[in-house]
């Protein structure tokens, strides 16, 4: 299948700081990624969804101003959690549709830590 | 989409098929059933998806019934390493949004 990597792996910041997650796609070129969240014990909830070159259209009760999506490329796309606290803890994990083979494929996630 | 239903659990003898059922009896015409599953704190993995037919790959195979309401993926020989929660989901097709429900944790036995 399809590659989707994601960097970092894992990331600790402090309260207050930006933190930005990178995905990509490896061996496709993606007009559509999403991103979603994932608590302790909990299954994943969809955040966002990202076209290139357009706005990201967001899930209710995301933030748009605290989880910034960028979609500038068609391998490229970033989230970065703004003044992220200690709630923003969690997994973070990318997807990208493979266009025509009509699959979503999920890079490995990011593990962020807000002290 | 439609809602799915899968059991919480089920676990499975290593080398013996594991049956893992779903059902979904609110599928519209128009849409897939996709199968993927999440190895303990990595991305989930993409295993099968289907329309109206059965499907098979190198992973697994799926059955849907002939009334679309129902569907089971069997991997056929499970090791140690499926161990994993499995995830059914209806979506209208994969550019859409995917609605991940609690699956179903399969733990594999020696």
């Known amino acids: 299948g399809a590659v989707v990597s994601q960097h970092p792996s894992w990331v600790i910041c402090k309260s207050g700081t930006s933190v930005k997650i990178e995905c990509r796609s490896l061996?496709?070129?993606?007009?559509?990624m999403f991103w979603y969240r994932q608590f302790p014990k909990q299954s994943l909830m969809l955040m966002a969804t990202?076209?290139?070159?357009?706005?990201?259209?967001?899930e209710q009760g995301v933030e748009k101003d605290k989880f910034l999506i960028n979609h500038a490329s068609l391998t490229l796309s970033t989230l970065t959690v703004t003044s992220a606290h200690p709630e923003d803890s969690s997994f973070y994990i990318c997807?990208?549709?493979?266009?025509?083979?009509?699959?979503?494929?999920f890079g490995p996630g990011t593990r962020l830590t807000v002290l | 989409d439609a809602k799915t239903t899968q059991p919480p659990s089920m676990d499975c003898a290593e080398g013996r098929a594991a049956n893992l059922p779903c059902n979904h009896s609110?599928?519209?015409?128009?849409?897939?059933v996709y199968w993927y599953r999440q190895i303990h704190s990595q991305g989930p993995q993409y295993i099968i998806h289907?329309?109206?037919n059965n499907e098979t790959n190198e992973m697994a195979s799926l059955i849907i019934t002939e009334d679309r309401k129902s569907s089971t993926l069997i991997l056929p020989h499970a090791t140690l390493r499926d161990t994993a929660v499995y995830y059914c989901?209806?979506?209208?097709?994969?550019?859409?949004?995917?609605?991940f429900g609690e699956g179903t944790q399969l733990t594999v036995n020696p």
């Open positions: 997807s990208a549709r493979q266009p025509g083979i009509d699959t979503q494929y």
């Open positions: 061996d496709f070129q993606a007009t559509t």
């Open positions: 990202s076209n290139e070159g357009s706005k990201a259209t967001y």
């Open positions: 609110t599928i519209s015409g128009n849409e897939y």
């Open positions: 289907g329309l109206k």
């Open positions: 989901i209806v979506t209208w097709a994969s550019g859409s949004r995917l609605t």
